[in-house]
């Protein structure tokens, strides 16, 4: 039970859809940045995007291939950690379901791993099925490096430091092996329904 | 909550009584969560300003005009109030003795807050590490522990570089403009000795200053961030 904070009224937000909106965010218009480490620039032509650890064969495809594989639209809200959410975001990439179509693994977790050392633990339960992308457009245009740019995961169901930038790969995994910001003290899983903010929630 | 004090005109210093506190590491934030009499809540981030070593929990907090929680903290709180907090939170924007150095602190605004836990921290310790900071605000009367931080570098082997904006002295003898790649070569510990940067600010601030480190050859794997705001855009 919280104390009455004396004085506080705050500032609604009567617009806000509570369908929409989880329990303790707020939205916002603005793109806000947030990140661990200097933002990587990653030249087109070096990069590739790898699905390997428990595979049979490892898959790799470099940036021109990766584009031209089957991509899809998606309009999504989008739920940070820090408190802001923004609705109705626009993005272009590629599914998850996709990626994984030709790879055979028993795997049931996977680390996804970027540019700069971030990684970011996920169950294949949660990508699978239409609820994951790497994306590489925003609103009709190329990811800015910022925003994760020239590509990111896009998980929206979870919390947005699941959704990696600079995302670079997956790694599947037979066990669940915690990430960056999850040994740090965040949500193993980061459900912003349930406010799965920090271990223990 | 136990005292309040004036930093700067847009800033507070929140000292807190706590009944139960684990402690924290330098550099760690807390969430504050206000509750209005019919069960609204907004619950925001404010990172800790004083070091584990001190006695009283310090929140330094930036009055944000379209804020909801900020001007609450900085205008309405008053010394007996109730406040819920929880935390500390966040274990990579973190700086502890055995982490070494050299340590290089960058801030702008008051993104110096957690920097100025790291400090105090430093300062209660063996000082093993040499320690730079270079912190940039708008004018003189915005920079935040100003008095402080200009005895720590008297009294410590603290070297403290300010740089001002928008606004200076006329008789200014310090840096003027933002950070930017000739200050860093000038001011920062040079990339071969690999330094340990801890950059904090709003994100257009953290966004340039981390560049224009890698930029110069400082290593991006000992590049930590910490942002705050929005981007504008």
């Known amino acids: ?201 | 909550m136990a005292t309040l004090r004036d930093e700067t005109p847009l800033t507070k210093t929140i000292r807190l009584e706590l009944d139960d506190w684990s402690g924290h590491r330098a550099g760690q934030h807390v969430d504050i969560r206000l509750t209005a009499e019919d069960g609204y809540q907004a619950e925001r981030s404010y990172s800790i300003a004083s070091a584990p070593e001190d006695t009283q929990l310090a929140l330094t907090v930036e009055r944000l005009d379209d804020g909801e929680v900020s001007p609450y903290l900085t205008d309405e709180l008053r010394p007996g109030d109730d406040l819920e907090l929880r935390g500390p939170i966040g274990g990579y924007f973190v700086w502890e003795e055995p982490y070494g150095g050299p340590l290089l602190l960058v801030g702008g605004g008051s993104g110096v807050v957690p920097l100025r836990a790291m400090l105090r921290h430093w300062a209660a310790g063996p000082r093993d590490v040499p320690v730079r900071l270079i912190y940039s605000a708008r004018s003189l009367e915005e920079v935040i522990y100003r008095e402080e931080l200009t005895r720590l570098a008297e009294e410590t082997g603290l070297e403290f570089h300010l740089t001002l904006t928008r606004q200076w002295p006329d008789d200014w003898a310090g840096h003027r403009g933002r950070i930017d790649r000739a200050l860093l070569d000038q001011v920062a510990f040079p990339p071969a000795q690999r330094p340990l940067v801890y950059v904090c600010g709003p994100t257009a601030f953290v966004e340039t200053a981390a560049q224009a480190l890698v930029a110069s050859g400082h290593e991006a794997g000992r590049i930590r961030n910490e942002r705050f705001g929005p981007t504008g855009t």
């Not at chain 1, 998606?74 to 975001?89: A, F, G, M, P, Y």
């Not at chain 1, 680390?111 to 609103?139: C, F, H, I, K, M």
Request: net charge negative; proline share 8%; glycine share 10%.
């Open chain 1, 1 to 201: 039970m919280s104390p009455i904070s004396r004085g506080f009224t705050g500032r609604r937000r009567e617009g806000d859809d509570p369908s929409r909106v989880p329990p303790g965010q707020y939205v916002t218009a603005d793109f806000p940045v947030l990140s661990a480490g200097p933002t990587p620039h990653t030249p087109l032509d070096e990069w590739s995007f790898t699905i390997d650890g428990a595979v049979t064969e490892a898959v790799s495809w470099p940036w021109e291939e990766f584009i031209a594989l089957p991509a899809e639209d998606v309009t999504v809200d989008i739920h940070c950690v820090t408190k802001w959410s923004k609705l109705d975001t626009s993005w272009r990439g590629v599914s998850v379901d996709a990626l994984l179509e030709n790879v055979e693994s028993e795997a049931g977790y996977l680390t996804a791993w970027s540019d700069g050392g971030y990684t970011t633990n996920l169950a294949l339960g949660d990508v699978a099925d239409g609820q994951g992308w790497v994306a590489y457009e925003y609103g009709g245009q190329p990811l800015e490096p910022e925003h994760g740019g020239p590509a990111r995961l896009l998980v929206p169901h979870l919390y947005f430091w699941k959704s990696a930038k600079w995302v670079r790969g997956l790694t599947l995994t037979p066990d669940d092996q915690p990430g960056f910001w999850e040994t740090y003290g965040y949500h193993n899983r980061g459900d912003p329904w349930l406010e799965q903010r920090y271990q223990g929630d």
